[in-house]
Structure formats: structure tokens, C-alpha cells
């Protein structure tokens, strides 16, 4: 499989995960449990949880169409 997916250091309680996100990253998406970052200089899709236990995530292919076609722009 292609693709260089990764993953970020793990968050504390008291330190937020939001100044571990690419300079360029906006939000694309805010869920009740997920926040969804895109990074263009890094064509990153960032997914990151607001909740201890959230639900699952669920995209559909539509998502990912949107979500590459922000990407490219």
C-alpha cells in the first residue's frame, strides 16, 4: 500500500493536540466527537477526537471525494 500514514504524539488532558497540527491546517469538519483538519502543504486529512469516548467515525466515499477535491484547490 502506498501513502505514508502516520501518527501524531498522543495528547495529555491539561495539553492540547492543536499546536501539533501543520501551520497551514484548517478546520474541515466538526463533529460531535471529531475534528477534521486539511493540510495542503502536507495533502493531510488530520483527524483528531474531542471526546474520551467517542462513537465511530464514519465516512463515506462522497467525504472523501470533498475532502480530496479541497486538497487540490
Do not use: F, V
Amino acid at each position: 500500500m502506498e501513502g505514508n500514514m502516520k501518527e501524531g504524539m498522543s495528547g495529555l488532558s491539561r495539553t492540547p493536540r492543536a499546536g501539533n497540527l501543520p501551520a497551514d491546517a484548517r478546520l474541515w469538519e466538526s463533529l460531535n466527537s471529531w475534528d477534521m483538519y486539511i493540510s495542503k502543504q502536507d495533502q493531510s486529512l488530520i483527524i483528531d477526537t474531542s471526546e474520551y469516548h467517542p462513537g465511530l467515525l464514519c465516512l463515506t466515499r462522497k467525504d472523501l471525494e470533498d475532502i480530496i477535491k479541497a486538497l487540490s484547490k
